[in-house]
């Protein structure tokens, strides 16, 4: 099926006098006829669920839907999308370990790295797409796990060179790890381009409404584990189970689940599910109007007067034009456009400040368009001059197309620039 039809008709699949719609099971457990067919459960020699912390069934209709979105042989849902990032590392890597990750990553998911990993034992090693592939390779050593980056950064918007990067992975032995929550499976599909594993935060386009967290992983079952113990040899927390001979190619996914969900528990709800998978079956539609819609914002930005730059990959003349043009669908690059007012802050501020339909959010991404102010927010402790070095300008701003009318979001951004 191509990915219109998987959005709607994937994952859920009525029978006979069925419901329709997916149903919601709110059961935490499952009952069985025989304690044999249960122990088989336990054994991993039969499908099934057991306890809705490790699987249950609405969940396991949207993680079908979202592995045949990406092309991957299984996925497994999580609580959050900062879960989904940290099961991902966790599955491979362990104390002693170290990992490379670009350091344009969204602030949440670096400060899981860099921080609270780190407590771990876990050393997360930053590079950037500036740095050369031998300066990178440097980096890499026998206790290096995997290579972690985004399809397109939050907020920096930078496309990510899959192709280059899951070969200079490959070269060494470890995996590509992609976050493609920005682009989505409608605009990338980073196993087509050589990645292994892929990383969403739904809570973004994937739901949607802006009315669920949660997180996905999804496995390619391309990647060959024979070099990662955790896999290849017996595991001792699930009687001597070994991954890559019991489950084949789907090793990765099945021990991210049997494993560390059960251990960890970071499980999102059967009516998550459900309504993430409300999200899912429109998400086409959707991700070709944030597109559109982030065009022609890009496009008036640029031309006008009281803005001093623009991001977008989408702009012919904007850096990352052609590795967008070669990755995301059409060169369609989503929904989030940044930007800089002039007069600095005060101008941010006062533009922030005076728009009406666009609100002022933490959230980004999803249908109604809104708008975050790093330097008077998230970033607000830091001085000008630390801003810069961090990244965020004082006149940054991330603006979040929605899908609404095109013309109401530029009328609405024309009134609030003309007040600076
Ligand atoms: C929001 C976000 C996350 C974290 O996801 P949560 O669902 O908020 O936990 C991770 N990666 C990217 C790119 C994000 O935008």
Same mark, same amino acid.
């Given at each position: 099926m191509k990915k219109e039809t998987i959005c709607v008709q994937s994952g859920y699949q009525s029978?006979?006098?069925? !419901?329709?719609?997916? !149903?919601?099971?709110?059961?935490?457990? &499952?009952? &069985?006829?025989s304690s044999e067919e249960l122990a088989k459960l336990f054994d991993l020699t039969k499908d099934g669920h057991m306890y809705s912390r490790i699987s249950n069934p609405t969940v396991s209709c949207v993680e079908k839907k979202v592995a045949e979105l990406e092309k991957g042989v299984g996925a497994m849902m999580t609580s959050s999308g900062q879960a989904a990032s940290l099961i991902s590392i966790l599955n491979i890597t362990g104390s002693g370990d170290n990992f490379i990750c670009f350091s344009n990553l969204y602030g949440g998911t670096t400060n899981l790295f860099a921080v609270t990993l780190r407590k771990l034992g876990i050393e997360a090693r930053f590079v950037s797409y500036?740095?050369?592939d031998e300066e990178?390779?440097?980096l890499i050593d026998e206790r290096t796990t995997l290579l972690f980056g985004e399809t397109i950064s939050n907020p920096s918007l930078e496309v990510l060179d899959i192709e280059r990067y899951a070969k200079l992975a490959h070269a060494h032995g470890i995996p590509l790890i992609v976050d493609n929550t920005f682009a989505t499976p409608i605009l990338c599909r980073p196993f087509e381009w050589g990645a292994d594993i892929v990383v969403h935060s739904t809570s973004k386009y994937m739901d949607g409404h802006a009315e669920v967290v949660g997180g996905m992983i999804v496995d390619s079952g391309k990647f060959d584990w024979s070099g990662y113990s955790c896999l290849s040899e017996p595991d001792d927390s699930y009687h001597g189970v070994i991954y890559t001979k019991q489950f084949g190619n789907s090793a990765y996914i099945t021990k991210a689940r049997v494993q560390l969900?059960?251990?960890?528990?970071?499980?999102?709800? !059967?009516?998550?599910?459900?309504?993430?998978n409300n999200g899912l079956e429109t998400l086409h539609l959707r991700m070709e109007r944030h597109s559109q819609n982030a065009l022609s914002v890009a496009k008036h930005l640029k031309a006008?007067?009281?803005?001093s730059w623009v991001n977008y990959p989408g702009l012919p003349d904007d850096r990352y034009h052609d590795l967008a043009m070669k990755y995301l669908d059409g060169g369609l690059s989503s929904g989030v456009v940044s930007f800089g007012t002039v007069n600095g802050k005060k101008g941010a501020t006062v533009f922030m400040d005076s728009l009406k339909l666009a609100k002022i959010c933490v959230h980004v991404a999803d249908l109604r368009t809104c708008v975050l102010h790093p330097a008077s927010t998230t970033h607000r402790q830091l001085t000008d001059e630390q801003l810069v070095s961090a990244g965020v300008r004082p006149e940054f701003i991330r603006f979040s197309t929605g899908i609404e009318n095109i013309d109401d979001i530029i009328a609405d951004i024309d009134q609030a620039l003309e007040k600076i």
């Open positions: 029978k006979n006098g069925e !419901p329709r719609v997916l !149903p919601i099971y709110q059961s935490t457990t &499952y009952s &069985y006829d500036e740095m050369s990178i390779e440097a969900m059960r251990d960890l528990g970071s499980t999102p709800s !059967p009516f998550s599910a459900f309504l993430l006008h007067e009281k803005v």
